[in-house]
């Protein structure tokens, strides 16, 4: 499918979507269309988004803040589009569009994103669809092994956890949800496409609900490159305690990247390679305690088994101390240059290490229309963390307001450590329409 198809596709939807909302709110039936469409249902926000950064006046893959240009500061613009559009007895097109626009002190750029647009067409006790859709699965809020959906994706992780999924790209896709007593199943395709999916996938879900126990269960398959199985189990004890497991089980092509010693030199000789092969299991245990006013404290340990082990670990600090030290005695500068933008280039704070622990105390009334939250995620590995609380203030049902900081602790060369800046807040203001 063309890039060219596929915007003249979206625009295309979204016209018929305005033009259909104008009919129905004006009271015009247009001979072509107008009959077939039922409710719409359709929201509008725009929001900005300003953050700030506290950048270390060195680290170890940016010494001196030379190898890398990071931005004190940007602003980011959006505005949001969601659509539910009825077609009597026929479906429904769904849609959520994101305009971008980002604002730092060296450039100005915008994107347009479709997270979701996709038609669902019921045949009796089951759903047909195809488009774009994102697909979100996993019952944990720190981690989701079984989200596979969900790996390389941008998500705006200034939101809180449960939310952050939610304006997340999409992929197309063609399957159905079949629904029983208690049961249902799932599964489609995701075909390879030039611009935007690199590899076929195949995916599978059968939930049960085990209500004699207060449990719910599902299985999960993905066939692509790299395949997996898995499990989300859920299990409520009374009115407070919720604990829960999410685990997978990878198995195929792995594009995780380490540090390889060529030779010992000098300078010495290194390149990053592709792990190739691999299996490991990715697995979350975690709950939830409600108190009686609403507050809950959420626990988990992720054991990341395709994140990188101890030695891996030590491979990519050292490649990057070796670097960082001849860089500043000026030997070999420029190849030195590359191996600390090659390091830059592998990081993905909060997801590389194998032992982590994620806690948030959330206080959902700490004043009236006021949300709090404090939540710290933690390498058992190497003793870093990250720090993040969280303030949201509801002026009304159309206009919130939230606060959220990041605050990095850790040795140099710890998960946390490597990062270019120790702090970052973001304010951000959304009004509904």
């Known amino acids: 499918m063309s890039y060219r198809f596929r915007i003249s596709f979206f625009l295309g939807f979204l016209l018929i979507g305005l033009l259909s909302g104008v009919a129905i709110a004006e009271g015009i039936n247009f001979p072509i269309f107008g009959p077939i469409f039922?409710?719409?249902?359709?929201?509008?926000?725009?929001?900005?988004?300003?953050?700030?950064?506290?950048?270390?006046?060195?680290?170890?893959l940016n010494p001196n803040q030379t190898i890398i240009a990071f931005p004190e500061w940007k602003n980011r613009?959006?505005?949001?589009?969601?659509?539910?559009i009825h077609l009597q007895k026929i479906g429904l097109l769904y849609s959520q569009v994101r305009?971008?626009?980002?604002?730092?002190?060296a450039q100005t750029t915008g994107v347009t994103i479709v997270d979701d647009c996709f038609f669902e067409m019921p045949i009796q006790d089951a759903f047909l669809f195809f488009g774009k859709k994102n697909i979100r699965e996993g019952v944990g809020f720190g981690f989701n092994p079984t989200d596979f959906f969900g790996e390389k994706k941008t998500v705006d992780r200034s939101r809180r956890e449960e939310d952050r999924r939610v304006e997340r790209e999409g992929d197309y896709v063609v399957g159905m949800d079949a629904f029983f007593d208690k049961f249902s199943v799932s599964a489609g395709v995701c075909p390879r496409i030039d611009v935007g999916q690199s590899d076929t996938r195949v995916f599978a879900k059968a939930?049960?609900?085990?209500?004699?126990?207060n449990t719910d269960l599902s299985l999960h398959y993905l066939g692509s490159s790299l395949s997996g199985v898995g499990y989300n189990l859920s299990s409520t004890f009374g009115d407070s305690l919720v604990v829960y497991s999410e685990t997978a089980y990878r198995y195929g092509i792995s594009s995780k990247k380490v540090v390889a010693l060529i030779q010992d030199g000098t300078p010495r000789q290194y390149k990053i390679r592709e792990e190739g092969h691999t299996q490991f299991v990715d697995t979350v245990l975690g709950g939830q305690f409600t108190c009686s006013d609403r507050s809950n404290v959420i626990l988990e340990y992720h054991y990341h088994g395709g994140g990188y082990d101890d030695a891996q670990w030590r491979s990519l600090t050292d490649y990057s101390q070796y670097s960082h030290d001849l860089y500043l005695k000026n030997t070999a500068p420029e190849l030195m240059k590359s191996y600390l933008q090659q390091a830059n280039g592998l990081m993905n704070v909060g997801k590389m290490r194998q032992h982590?622990?994620?806690?948030?105390?959330?206080?959902?009334?700490?004043?009236?229309?006021?949300?709090?939250?404090?939540a710290i995620l933690y390498g058992?590995?190497?003793g870093s963390c990250v720090s993040m609380p969280y303030?949201?203030?509801?002026y009304s049902d159309t206009v919130i307001a939230y606060l959220s900081l990041y605050l990095f602790s850790g040795s140099t060369t710890s998960e946390f450590g490597l990062l270019n800046w120790d702090s970052q807040v973001t304010c951000s203001m959304r009004w509904f329409f």
């Open 356 to 374: 982590m622990v994620f806690l948030r105390y959330s206080c959902p009334e700490l004043f009236d229309r006021t949300l709090a939250s404090v």
């Open 207 to 213: 939930t049960v609900l085990l209500d004699e126990i």
């Open 391 to 394: 303030i949201e203030y509801r």
């Open 38 to 60: 039922g409710p719409i249902d359709a929201t509008f926000s725009v929001f900005t988004q300003p953050q700030a950064y506290q950048l270390k006046a060195t680290s170890l």
């Open 77 to 84: 613009v959006s505005a949001i589009s969601v659509s539910r």
């Open 380 to 382: 058992l590995a190497d």
């Open 99 to 105: 305009w971008i626009l980002d604002t730092d002190k």
